[in-house]
């Protein structure tokens, strides 16, 4: 299939009479989807039961007669004033006890069965209504679980179904008071109805406790997004999607995409370097117009193995943003080129966000294709631009890449939980490995410790909490090599030291016997070039050394097909572990120029210039901003 565009478009902001006219003009455009409706029960029941559905009938007629396909959004993400009248404890609660009220969006808690119940109802009736509407050609559940932080509450239903989950995942209070280590300061319960919800505790309170909230709370988004596709499925035969954010893991999206048939993300590439990524202020400052060269990359991967290959941008970043700290324009080219990337990373359609800048609200700073008053804002034209040249590309077949990265929820809800070092994150850690890849000029996969393809030659799996045998066997069986640590291997899944030893690999014979972490002016250097930071894993052990730290200890321990990492690599360090496994398993490196990036596809090889100005690879020259694609076959220039 061919890469399509979309818009985001609200009908319900704006007189009836423009609807044909913003129609047409997205077609002349050349995007062929519009997602509508995921904000507008307040206008579609007013008040319980008072179904006023009319005016969307009418504006799925007037977009699909134009030639535009739907994508309908059912809109649980903004409960109406009444509905919290009809429920007046559905608010999530925050970790200090405050509510999270009424008067912006998201303002639900996921354990509150009423409300479930609510939006059970509410996505049977626009399935009875547009399931076999032949306009409707997709489908997206809510939207942006987890954004602004509302993944976890600390309600009085949240407590109850927590108490609930325990006993069903636990089955006595012994077992989970043995597992948690609750004989630490007396903290043992005599039944699960003594259990509290881990906040506005003294200090610290338990990691266990914790990281048990946090699998509970993405297994209540999980069955939230369930219970409204388990009601669409019998209604329609398009497909269900859910729009997933950036740098938002506080859900496992993998769990909740086995329930949908497309993974979609919304991509602010300007908005996440300002507010989302911890570069120092020269990074910042160069990609300040164009964000950073990778957030977008590792998103796209990380969703198309969440969608089990099939993906969409829902909501691209078309023009300056409302919500991060600063909110510079992009500069000229970009559009096109996050749009081209998304394509290349193999995305079905990109939607831009959204059709017509808002005159009022929370967003009315928030930039569209359109101008408020209608006019064509900057972003227009380059849509116009890609969708001519989707057009000349063609289909955009993806191939398995070489290397992958196995990516954990789980993992980043433990050393949330427990962090020992303040500038330890699990996503840093990842994301630093996936930037060190990609500037060696490899195409990455992303994958689940659930879903372990095979045939490739690296797997890096650095933070990774939890290992038992099964997944150390299936990734040996996945891959030539697998570079694991620091911090791999480290927990249980309950959060206790494994008695067998950490990292507890059979691999490569190695033992963590005591844990660093040092402050950001502090390295730790290793012979031969670059250095560890953050976190140091001090390692002994029979396993071969591969490299070392100027004092002598293992920076790198070997064994057979698995390599433990000792410490948390700053970018020297990353690329001269690259250019090691390269060499031991015959991959060929192609190093990128700064903010150059490549993506190879069946067909294609794009080249990708985040840069403001040119740069050259292999004899071709790519402008600043722009995106230049070969054909594999021939090498010559589409």
């Given amino acids: 299939m061919t890469p ?4 985001c478009y609200y009908p319900e902001h704006w007189p009836e009479a423009v609807w044909a006219e913003d129609a047409a003009r997205m077609v002349e455009t050349g995007l062929s989807w519009v997602r509508i409706g995921e904000f507008a029960w307040s206008r579609l029941e007013p008040s319980p039961g008072d179904l006023q559905f009319d005016w969307l ?105 927590f108490r609930l989950w325990l006993a069903d995942q636990y089955g006595s209070i012994d077992v989970l008071n043995e597992a948690w280590g609750n004989v630490f300061w007396s903290m043992e319960y005599e039944h699960f109805d003594q259990i509290d919800l881990p906040n506005l505790t003294v200090t610290e309170p338990n990691p266990a406790h914790v990281l048990a909230l946090r699998r509970f709370s993405s297994d209540q988004v999980v069955a939230f997004n369930k219970a409204q596709a388990n009601v669409l499925r019998p209604l329609t035969d398009a497909p269900l999607s859910h729009n997933y954010m950036g740098r938002v893991l506080e859900f496992d999206h993998f769990d909740v995409g086995a329930d949908l048939d497309i993974a979609t993300w919304d991509s602010y590439p300007i908005g996440f370097l300002s507010d989302r990524l911890e570069d120092d202020a020269e990074h910042k400052a160069k990609f300040l117009q164009q964000g950073d060269p990778d957030m977008q990359g590792f998103h796209h991967d990380l969703y198309r193995a969440v969608g089990g290959g099939r993906w969409w941008v829902m909501e691209q970043q078309p023009g300056p943003v409302n919500w991060a700290p600063y909110n510079p324009a992009p500069l000229p080219g970009m559009v096109r080129l996050w749009s081209l990337e998304a394509v290349a990373h193999g995305a079905e359609v990109v939607s831009y966000f959204r059709w017509r800048q808002a005159p009022f609200a929370q967003e009315q700073m928030h930039a569209g294709l359109l101008t408020a008053d209608s006019r064509a804002a900057p972003g227009l034209a380059e849509a116009r631009q890609t969708a001519d040249e989707l057009k000349a590309i063609g289909p955009v077949h993806q191939k398995q890449a070489q290397v992958a990265i196995l990516f954990d929820y789980a993992s980043d809800w433990a050393w949330t939980a427990q962090p020992q070092g303040a500038g330890f994150d699990y996503f840093r850690l990842v994301f630093s490995a996936y930037r060190a890849l990609r500037r060696a000029g490899l195409s990455v996969d992303i994958v689940s410790p659930q879903d372990l393809p095979k045939g490739y030659a690296v797997i890096l799996a650095p933070g990774l909490a939890t290992i038992d045998a099964e997944l150390e066997t299936r990734l040996a069986e996945a891959c030539e090599l697998a570079i694991l640590g620091p911090r791999s291997g480290a927990i249980t899944r309950d959060f206790q030291i494994p008695l067998s030893g ?41 396993g071969a050394d591969l490299l070392r730290f100027e004092d002598g200890t293992p920076a790198v321990k070997t064994g057979d097909g698995v390599w433990y990492l000792a410490g948390f690599p700053d970018e020297t360090l990353w690329d001269r572990l690259i250019g090691l496994a390269a060499h031991h398993t015959g991959l060929t490196l192609q190093p990128m120029a700064e903010g150059l990036r490549l993506r190879e596809t069946a067909e294609h090889t794009f080249l990708i210039n985040y840069n403001a100005d040119p740069v050259e690879w292999n004899g071709y020259a790519i402008a600043g901003c722009d995106v230049a694609i ?3 076959s021939a090498s010559s220039e589409v």
């Avoid at 399509?4 to 818009?7: A, D, S, Y």
């Avoid at 005591?514 to 070039?529: D, F």
């Fill in 630 to 632: 070969l054909e594999n």
């Fill in 4 to 7: 399509e565009l979309g818009v």
């Fill in 502 to 542: 950490r990292p507890g690999l059979d691999g490569v014979d190695c033992h963590v016997d005591l844990v660093e972490t040092l402050p950001p002016s502090v390295k730790r250097p290793v012979v031969g070039g670059g250095a560890a930071q953050h976190w140091i894993d001090r390692l002994s052990g029979d």
């Fill in 57 to 161: 009938d009418r504006a799925v007629e007037v977009l699909g007669s134009a030639g535009l396909k739907v994508v309908m959004g059912t809109p649980t993400a903004t409960p109406p004033r009444w509905m919290l009248d009809k429920h007046p404890d559905m608010l999530a609660v925050d970790a200090q006890g405050q509510p999270r009220k009424f008067g912006s969006r998201r303002h639900y808690c996921f354990s509150h069965a009423g409300y479930v119940d609510e939006c059970v109802r509410i996505a049977r009736i626009f399935g009875e209504r547009y399931g076999r509407n032949p306009h409707v050609a997709a489908w997206q559940i809510d939207n942006e679980y987890g954004c602004h932080d509302t993944t976890i509450s600390y309600s009085a239903p949240a407590l109850k179904a």
